[in-house]
């Protein structure tokens, strides 16, 4: 779609980027949780690529990315809008719909808040006072892709406020609605709602969906999906066939052996945290002057038991710098790198300044610990003896 448009206003400038005023209604601005039409402007030796669009009064407000030449203020330029990105998010707002209205009769109490419709992935965000688990959105995802394959027709009408008779069963936050007149979204038969989004003529143009993810506890609750519904079960089948012939079970027993094994972890963990107390580490002295500095290297021993060590060892000794390091197959390592309180150093500083650990870690100036690509302790020992050399 190519429209004529006029460049009324430039609100803000900062590089390539700007955000202009235009009059004429080629782009459908923002609404209903889905971002605005993108597309391009084009006038004699100017181009931008229009990334967004917003609804200011009877003009629109758009960001830009200027391409070529200067913002032509005052003059008319050749507005195209991405009908294919516009076609994708019009499919991806009535899968919402759908979806929505499957997870809401499914799951009576839950309630639909808003929604953020994305190219590639959206999301919905509801409130339930309820669990929410994998199974409630297998049984929605499958109800919605019936509905999908109903070819049920889709209807968007303009409803006056007056028509009190007309909004009998359609949802609606009258909270959020300014205009005189409501936009209302319907699926013959299915679901009614006012929105201000775009959407197909059918619910069989969207395809299909498959819900992606989910997070959050009661009572707010976020679920994803995406229309790219063979392209995922073709995804997720190629990892669920090697994880079931590496793992030895069928492919619908994987939830319980990976729930087995989970309590299984757990419960090391448990003793784990009760054994870590007695761990005592044979420390090498490296340097007792000015500042003592131990070391202690080991192949594939876990931080979390050596940390109770290293924390317990610079309580015992505030005067001391120690290092322990972890080597693993392959020459990495993990590592911890701790100080007393009575030293001043910076051990965050030291791993950016040796990058020969290849060493990457989070912490604070006296403790770091994280994972390095280089293993070798005699590189290790070298890095914290240059800290008291400073």
Known sequence: MKREVRVEEILERSGKKATIRVSGRVFRPSGGGQPGDSGWLEGESFRADVRDCTAAGNDLILSIVVKEGEIPLGLEVTATVDEERGRRLSRMHTGEHILSRALENQLPGLYVEKVSVGEKESTVFMTFDGEIGWDDLFRAEET??????????????RVSRGSEERFKDVKIKWDRITDRD????????YDSIACSGSHVGSTAEVGGLIVTGFKGSAPEWEVRYTLDRQEMLEKHSRVVRVLSREIGCEEEKLPSVMARLQEERREALRKLDKARRYIEIPWEHLSEEPVRVLFFGIENFPLEL???GVKRKIEEDPECIVGFVSQEE?????????????????????????????????????????????????????ALLSVVDK
């Open 144 to 157: 919605a892709n019936g509905v999908i394959r109903a070819d049920l027709p889709v209807r968007v009408e």
């Open 330 to 382: 392959g020459g990495g390592a993990d590592f911890i790198l701790a100080a007393g309180d009575q030293v001043k150093v910076d051990l965050r500083g030291l791993l950016k300044e040796r990058e020969e650990l290849q060493a990457k870690g989070g912490g604070a100036h006296c403790w770091v610990q994280g994972r390095a690509g280089n293993g070798s302790l005699s590189l290790w020992k070298r």
């Open 306 to 308: 050596a940390s109770s």
């Open 182 to 189: 409501v936009s209302v979204v319907s699926i013959e038969g």
